[in-house]
């Protein structure tokens, strides 16, 4: 890297293609921030940045404190926020990496549609910013994790070279390049466009609220009914107040969607599979859902795993025979592909992460981190990219 | 390397039994079923380049001796299956070693209640779900060569099944790879080595055709053997119709064990039409528009061989029945579960065909076609014995775009070669266009030239109206050159994990991009 660079010269250099209004110089931070608004302008301010070895980091409203020696580039996608595709024959829309995600999910609201995973909070997150998370999002067994949904994807590599594959369901185009950019983080690439599928809203939902006698019977029915009922989305967790508030202290939530008999027969299955250790209970499901002081977790005080089956188990099991159950805020979510995501609040984390695996690390295996690790030596020798996934390095809230 | 050093140094290494020189091994892995290599064996030609000897490796230790050494001596190392891939992924280079990994073939682990089996890669598909099926399990993946193809195979190219709209492709079925790097290195990916099966350097593997390292071991996805399975035929007024009803189930959440929606010719070889649109007997239509008497039945459903030749030369008049038979299009479908989970099913299915016009024909098309549904590659030898050439081209795109696509691959083609297509491995998002096509010239090397140009002018009309050029073949060597306009970047993304994994270059050179 060089060290030598000054701000003013990475302004000036910048300054050739992008104008000055959109590039702003920050001493104390030691980086410029670049606003681009074409997929074209982030090519030419990495394919500088790669030239002259200096760092990029897309501009996150969770920078996280990523700390950079020397100035680098900071690259804010805010101007690229167009939803430049749409088919409704599809189920697929294309937008820029820039759109707020809650933007993205307001349009298509508007048309009848829904993103089928969301982030935690919407309107706080960008599309490049969810699609690289390691961060779950609000999952389920019916649609898969968020990097399912992605159908294809635009991004700029750490050279500056662009990437694109094509806009088709199963290809067999060699590697899934695409795959390997989102889940790394954004070391090998920075997403700029994605095309996503998109649900019908649902004609009818089903929400169910369940109080479960213990934690650990509800996680083992709760395999049964992901497998069987295939919901669309599926949560367990422990409500420590939950007493105070006349509530149950462990608790299930079922959402289905759907219309008719099939809907009624997947409910069936939800109550058989939970059989003798739920009970159906009266307070609104998406009221239980909205209370923070019981449910929902206030920002700056979690901590998010996750864990297998076979460690989802066992700590349940373990939160059976001590004190954390009654005293300790956990949600348990997804139950897709034999792994679940768990959000406990950070003073129970300690007491319960020898069960869990931190999201960064979770999907690849040692091995599989050595391969990437040499591969990206040869694609981004200077490590010009290689800081982007430093800002998921630590939960964002914290 | 010297042949002569090359023959001690592999006995060596892996002994005798291991290694062939002879020189029938070398001429049978010259070539894989790629058809421009059987276009060329038409003339009495053989292929070109041939392997410097033929590798019968039995474990992981003999394949990791073997690139270890591969790499020392910078001799080519191609691993090879069972030899069934179209698109000259397998073919050899100049003084490479074939890995043939058919020995490798052991169920190593069946965990019915875990959903996972661990399987070597060198296991035929038939043999694998003959294997499960002891068990009550099934792999879900059944592509037409399953007889004729490996395990390993499928992951190296990311195969799809014929009931790919149930249980995925190959790469949602993979869920851990041990793979042996060029250099020796053994590595443990996904389940199998600790991480999550959507461990993104599976990604790396999958589709990599043996470019990066050779596949020792798959951990699959599982399932209980279905306690029912049923297929019916519908027929539709046109593909029009018939395309409807195929996004509207995939997108009701309904999971078909097959879709299937054939087009006029297609549904003709099938056996749907008898007679065109205007009531005249379908080969009486033939013998006015071609000036031959009983050609039609001659060359497509007899398969006789004169017959075909001739047709096949005026590949247009041929195309042309397209016009004149009726437009009504055959769907096969098919579900599974138990009793009531197959009539929820179908009922969804009837409700939704119906929606688009379609009327159900009963059981006896979907049973037909579920009978026969290998039989179709056992024609193509015939075809060859012909003096023609056939071959299949397997496209995909989404539902908004499948109809431009179609057309424009026909009209693409249409003037170089008799083309037919159906359509199938239906997602919500949009299907695979599976092109079938035959031509022939009174040489080979026109015959060459002519499959090089139908190939050449159909996948500009794929790429210009935005599909992927492969769905489960792969890429090879046939479909590289346009690799560059269907995924840009890709070659800089494969270049660098080349160099990084292979920096000698000798894993299966010149497949999938062209990195010269």
């Known amino acids: 890297m060089s060290f030598l660079i000054t701000g003013a010269r990475i302004r000036k250099e910048l300054g050739r293609r992008i104008a000055g209004h959109r590039l702003t110089v920050s001493d104390s931070g030691h980086f410029v921030q670049v606003e681009p608004d074409t ?11 790669a030239r002259e070895g200096v760092k990029v980091l897309p501009a996150s409203g969770g920078l996280n404190g990523t700390a950079l020696d020397g100035w680098h580039i900071r690259v804010a996608l805010k101007r690229m926020s167009a939803i430049s595709d749409y088919s409704a024959d599809s189920g697929l829309v294309c937008a820029q990496a820039g759109a707020r995600v809650q933007d993205l999910q307001d349009w298509l609201l508007d048309k009848g549609r829904t993103l089928a995973v969301l982030p935690d909070d919407p309107s706080d997150v960008e599309l490049w910013e969810f699609l690289l998370s390691p961060r779950s999002g609000r999952i389920g067994p019916r649609f898969g994790c968020k990097w399912d949904q992605v159908f294809s994807l635009h991004a700029v590599l750490p050279n500056g070279k662009l990437f694109r594959n094509s806009l088709s369901p199963g290809r067999a185009t060699g590697p899934d390049f695409s795959r390997i950019i989102l889940m790394g983080r954004g070391a090998f690439g920075l997403p700029l466009e994605a095309t996503v599928s998109v649900q019908p809203l ?10 479960l006698s213990d934690l650990k019977s509800g996680v083992e029915r709760a395999w049964q009914v992901a497998r069987e009922a295939v919901p669309e989305f599926l949560e367990i967790g422990l409500l420590p107040r939950g007493a105070e508030s006349g509530l149950p202290s462990c608790v299930a939530f079922v959402e289905l969607w759907g219309e008719g008999r099939s809907l009624s027969v997947r409910r069936e299955l939800v109550l058989k599979h939970f059989g003798d250790v739920a009970s159906v209970f009266d307070v609104p499901y998406e009221k239980l859902l909205g209370m923070e002081d019981t449910w929902q977790f206030g920002p700056g005080d979690t901590v998010q795993f996750y864990a297998r089956r076979e460690s989802l188990d066992a700590l349940a ?25 768990v959000t406990v609040d950070s003073a129970t984390a300690g007491t319960c992460g020898a069960f869990w695996t931190r999201p960064a690390d979770f999907y690849t295996s040692p091995d599989g981190q050595e391969l990437l690790a040499d591969a990206l030596g040869v694609l981004d020798p200077l490590a010009i990219m290689g800081s982007v996934p430093q800002i998921w390095s630590e939960p964002r809230e914290a | 390397m010297e042949g002569a050093r090359l023959s001690d140094e592999l006995r060596k290494l892996l002994g005798p039994s291991k290694v062939s020189f002879g020189v029938q091994d070398l001429a049978s892995y010259s070539s894989d079923m790629f058809p421009r290599n059987q276009i060329l064996k038409l003339g009495g030609k053989t292929p070109e380049v041939g392997p410097a000897a033929v590798c019968f490796p039995e474990d992981v230790e003999d394949v990791s001796a073997l690139m270890a050494f591969c790499t020392r001596e910078r001799v080519p190392a191609v691993p090879y299956g069972a030899g069934s891939g179209v698109c000259g992924s397998a073919l050899p280079v100049e003084g490479c070693v074939m890995v043939d990994m058919k020995r490798m073939n052991r169920m190593i682990s069946v965990d019915g209640d875990g959903g996972t089996a661990t399987v070597e890669p060198g296991i035929v598909g038939e043999n694998l779900e003959l294997l499960l099926n002891r068990d009550g399990l099934t792999l879900g993946h059944f592509p037409s060569s399953i007889n004729c193809s490996t395990l390993g195979g499928y992951v190296a190219c990311r195969s799809a099944g014929q009931f790919s709209s149930r249980y995925g492709k190959i790469e949602d079925l993979t869920l851990g790879l041990e793979i042996v790097r060029p250099g020796g290195t053994v590595c443990r990916l996904g389940l199998l080595g600790g991480g999550h099966h959507k461990d993104p350097a599976l990604a790396l593997f999958l589709g990599s055709e043996g470019t990066l390292g050779i596949i020792t071991k798959v951990c699959i996805r599982v399932e209980p053997l279905p306690e029912k399975m049923d297929f019916r035929g519908f027929a539709f007024l046109d593909i029009d119709d018939g395309l409807l009803a195929m996004k509207r189930i995939m997108q009701s959440g309904t999971r078909p064990t097959v879709l299937r929606l054939y087009d006029p010719l297609d549904s003709l070889v099938a056996g749907f039409h008898s007679r065109t649109a205007s009531g005249e007997d379908v080969h009486a239509a033939a013998s006015r528009l071609t000036g031959k008497k009983g050609l039609l039945a001659s060359a497509l459903t007899e398969l006789n061989q004169t017959a075909m030749a001739l047709a096949l030369l005026r590949p247009s008049l041929l195309n042309r029945m397209a016009e004149i038979l009726p437009t009504r299009a055959l769907m096969v479908a098919g579900v599974q579960g138990d009793k009531t989970d197959v ?52 496209v995909a795109t989404t539902w908004e775009n499948i109809l431009p696509l179609y057309q424009a691959v026909l009209k693409a083609m249409s003037n170089h070669v008799f083309i037919m297509a159906h359509f199938s491995h239906a997602y919500a998002q949009g299907c695979s266009i599976y092109f079938t096509f035959a031509g022939y010239r009174p040489s080979a090397a026109a015959s060459g030239a002519l499959y090089h140009r139908a190939w050449k002018d159909g996948l500009e009309a794929v790429l210009r109206h935005g599909g992927t050029i492969s769905h489960h073949h792969g890429v090879g060597v046939l ?10 970047g890709g070659r800089i993304l494969f270049g660098a994990f080349k160099k990084a994994l292979d920096p000698h270059g000798v894993m299966n050179p010149g497949k999938v991009f062209n990195l010269d």
């Not at chain 1, 649902?202 to 109080?211: D, G, I």
């Not at chain 2, 049973?367 to 071959?391: E, L, M």
Request: charged share 25%.
């Open chain 1, 39 to 49: 997929v074209a302008e982030v090519a030419f301010v990495v394919d500088f940045a």
């Open chain 1, 202 to 211: 649902p004609k009818r939902r089903v929400l169910l609220s369940l109080a």
């Open chain 2, 343 to 394: 009539t929820r099913q179908w009922n969804e299915v009837f409700k939704l065909t119906s929606s688009a016009r379609g009327d159900d024909l009963g059981p006896e098309p979907g049973y037909n076609w579920f009978r026969r549904r290998y039989a179709v590659s056992y024609k193509q030898s015939r075809i060859y014995a012909a003096g023609a050439f056939v071959d299949t081209m397997e």
């Open chain 1, 317 to 341: 099991a373990a939160v059976a025979s001590s004190e954390l159950q009654g005293a300790a805020r956990l949600r348990v979510r997804g139950f897709v592909d034999n792994h679940a995501c």
């Open chain 2, 479 to 488: 479909k590289k050159w346009a690799m560059d306009r269907e995924t840009p």
